[in-house]
Protein backbone atom coordinates (compact mmCIF):
# COMPACT_ATOMS: atom_id res chain seq x y z
CA UNK A 1 0.00 0.00 0.00
CA UNK A 2 1.30 3.67 -0.78
CA UNK A 3 0.94 6.01 2.25
CA UNK A 4 0.81 8.96 -0.28
CA UNK A 5 -2.41 11.76 0.03
CA UNK A 6 -2.05 14.83 -2.58
CA UNK A 7 1.27 13.80 -3.41
CA UNK A 8 2.36 14.15 0.28
CA UNK A 9 4.00 11.27 2.39
CA UNK A 10 0.40 10.05 4.84
CA UNK A 11 2.87 10.34 7.70
CA UNK A 12 3.54 13.56 7.56
CA UNK A 13 -0.34 14.49 7.58
CA UNK A 14 -1.68 12.25 9.98
CA UNK A 15 0.98 12.91 12.77
CA UNK A 16 -0.61 16.21 13.74
CA UNK A 17 -4.08 14.66 13.90
CA UNK A 18 -2.25 12.05 16.53
CA UNK A 19 0.59 15.35 18.07
CA UNK A 20 -3.71 16.95 18.94
CA UNK A 21 -6.22 14.20 19.34
CA UNK A 22 -3.86 12.28 22.07
CA UNK A 23 -3.39 14.92 24.73
CA UNK A 24 -6.82 15.75 24.11
CA UNK A 25 -8.45 12.69 24.28
CA UNK A 26 -6.79 11.99 27.44
CA UNK A 27 -7.63 15.26 28.88
CA UNK A 28 -11.50 14.01 27.91
CA UNK A 29 -10.68 10.49 30.04
CA UNK A 30 -9.49 12.28 32.91
CA UNK A 31 -12.61 14.59 32.79
CA UNK A 32 -15.42 12.10 32.55
CA UNK A 33 -13.48 9.89 34.86
CA UNK A 34 -13.26 12.46 37.51
CA UNK A 35 -16.80 14.14 37.19
CA UNK A 36 -19.73 12.21 37.20
CA UNK A 37 -22.03 14.69 35.70
CA UNK A 38 -19.51 14.86 32.82
CA UNK A 39 -18.92 11.10 32.46
CA UNK A 40 -22.85 10.84 32.61
CA UNK A 41 -23.10 12.63 29.19
CA UNK A 42 -19.73 12.44 27.80
CA UNK A 43 -18.91 8.83 28.14
CA UNK A 44 -20.13 7.87 24.51
CA UNK A 45 -18.12 10.46 22.68
CA UNK A 46 -15.05 9.91 24.48
CA UNK A 47 -14.89 6.02 24.35
CA UNK A 48 -15.58 6.84 20.58
CA UNK A 49 -12.72 9.29 19.87
CA UNK A 50 -10.63 7.14 21.63
CA UNK A 51 -12.04 4.26 19.18
CA UNK A 52 -10.80 6.51 16.38
CA UNK A 53 -7.47 7.66 17.85
CA UNK A 54 -6.04 4.11 18.25
CA UNK A 55 -6.18 2.77 14.37
CA UNK A 56 -5.08 6.57 13.99
CA UNK A 57 -2.04 6.24 15.63
CA UNK A 58 -1.38 2.86 14.42
CA UNK A 59 -2.09 3.99 10.70
CA UNK A 60 0.92 6.70 11.07
CA UNK A 61 3.32 4.43 12.78
CA UNK A 62 3.38 2.12 9.63
CA UNK A 63 2.87 5.36 7.32
CA UNK A 64 6.09 6.27 9.21
CA UNK A 65 8.14 2.96 8.22
CA UNK A 66 7.01 3.39 4.67
CA UNK A 67 8.28 6.42 4.61
CA UNK A 68 11.57 5.46 6.34
CA UNK A 69 12.60 3.19 3.85
CA UNK A 70 12.48 6.30 0.97
CA UNK A 71 14.24 8.83 2.82
CA UNK A 72 17.95 8.85 3.11
CA UNK A 73 19.14 7.33 6.11
CA UNK A 74 20.19 9.77 9.44
CA UNK A 75 21.22 9.68 12.82
CA UNK A 76 18.07 11.73 13.72
CA UNK A 77 15.78 9.62 11.33
CA UNK A 78 16.86 6.74 13.13
CA UNK A 79 16.39 7.94 16.64
CA UNK A 80 12.85 9.44 15.89
CA UNK A 81 11.69 5.70 14.19
CA UNK A 82 13.45 3.81 17.16
CA UNK A 83 10.89 6.17 19.49
CA UNK A 84 7.81 6.27 17.29
CA UNK A 85 6.92 2.25 18.54
CA UNK A 86 6.70 3.47 22.24
CA UNK A 87 3.69 4.86 21.54
CA UNK A 88 1.33 1.60 20.91
CA UNK A 89 1.04 0.50 24.30
CA UNK A 90 -0.36 3.96 25.74
CA UNK A 91 -3.08 3.72 23.16
CA UNK A 92 -4.02 0.42 23.94
CA UNK A 93 -4.26 1.80 27.33
CA UNK A 94 -6.01 4.73 26.68
CA UNK A 95 -8.81 2.06 25.01
CA UNK A 96 -8.82 -0.01 28.26
CA UNK A 97 -8.88 3.11 30.59
CA UNK A 98 -11.49 4.38 28.01
CA UNK A 99 -14.04 0.84 28.51
CA UNK A 100 -13.15 1.30 31.85
CA UNK A 101 -14.73 4.75 32.80
CA UNK A 102 -17.40 3.80 29.89
CA UNK A 103 -18.42 0.24 31.86
CA UNK A 104 -18.71 2.23 35.10
CA UNK A 105 -20.87 4.81 33.45
CA UNK A 106 -22.61 2.27 32.33
CA UNK A 107 -23.45 0.79 35.86
CA UNK A 108 -24.04 4.00 37.60
CA UNK A 109 -27.05 4.67 35.33
CA UNK A 110 -28.34 0.87 35.12
CA UNK A 111 -27.96 1.06 38.62
CA UNK A 112 -29.26 4.41 38.93
CA UNK A 113 -32.52 3.35 36.80
CA UNK A 114 -33.35 0.15 38.76
CA UNK A 115 -32.90 2.18 41.89
CA UNK A 116 -35.39 4.84 40.78
CA UNK A 117 -37.75 2.52 40.04
CA UNK A 118 -37.91 0.21 43.28
CA UNK A 119 -38.06 3.47 44.95
CA UNK A 120 -34.56 2.74 46.75
CA UNK A 121 -30.82 4.35 47.11
CA UNK A 122 -28.44 3.66 44.32
CA UNK A 123 -24.65 2.79 44.98
CA UNK A 124 -23.38 3.78 48.12
CA UNK A 125 -21.88 6.82 48.37
CA UNK A 126 -18.48 4.86 49.11
CA UNK A 127 -18.44 3.01 46.33
CA UNK A 128 -19.11 6.00 43.99
CA UNK A 129 -15.84 7.93 45.15
CA UNK A 130 -13.74 4.71 45.39
CA UNK A 131 -14.52 3.91 42.18
CA UNK A 132 -14.11 7.17 40.47
CA UNK A 133 -11.09 7.95 42.76
CA UNK A 134 -9.28 4.83 41.12
CA UNK A 135 -10.21 5.64 37.51
CA UNK A 136 -9.45 8.94 37.67
CA UNK A 137 -6.28 8.06 39.02
CA UNK A 138 -5.74 5.45 36.29
CA UNK A 139 -6.62 7.98 33.61
CA UNK A 140 -4.35 10.54 34.75
CA UNK A 141 -1.06 7.69 34.66
CA UNK A 142 -2.08 7.33 31.16
CA UNK A 143 -2.98 10.52 29.90
CA UNK A 144 0.68 11.23 31.52
CA UNK A 145 2.40 8.85 29.29
CA UNK A 146 0.38 8.84 26.51
CA UNK A 147 1.13 12.93 26.56
CA UNK A 148 4.97 12.45 27.38
CA UNK A 149 5.39 9.61 24.61
CA UNK A 150 3.66 11.98 21.73
CA UNK A 151 5.63 14.94 22.87
CA UNK A 152 8.75 12.66 22.74
CA UNK A 153 8.25 10.99 19.24
CA UNK A 154 6.98 14.28 17.71
CA UNK A 155 9.84 16.14 19.50
CA UNK A 156 12.22 13.84 17.76
CA UNK A 157 10.63 13.97 14.49
CA UNK A 158 10.72 17.74 14.03
CA UNK A 159 14.74 17.57 14.97
CA UNK A 160 14.65 14.63 11.84
CA UNK A 161 13.09 17.14 9.71
CA UNK A 162 14.47 20.49 10.86
CA UNK A 163 17.77 20.70 12.74
CA UNK A 164 19.84 22.06 10.19
CA UNK A 165 17.57 23.01 8.03
CA UNK A 166 17.03 26.59 8.67
CA UNK A 167 19.13 29.69 9.08
CA UNK A 168 18.68 31.71 12.43
CA UNK A 169 18.47 35.19 10.22
CA UNK A 170 16.11 36.04 7.06
CA UNK A 171 17.99 34.53 3.74
CA UNK A 172 18.26 37.09 0.92
CA UNK A 173 16.20 36.99 -1.94
Same mark, same amino acid.
Given at each position: MDYIFAD????????????????LVSLALVVIAAWPAARRRLWIP??????AVVP?? +????? =???? @????????? *??? /???????????? +????? =???? @????????? *??? /???AASAGRASLGRGIRITAGLLLTLGALAIAAGSTWAVVQVAESGSRAVWEGSFSDEPLER
Open positions: LPLHVLLVHAVIILVPVLIATILG +LITME =AGKW @LEVRVPAAP *LIQ /AHTALGPTIEPW +LWALL =AVAV @LVAAWAVVE *LVV /ARR
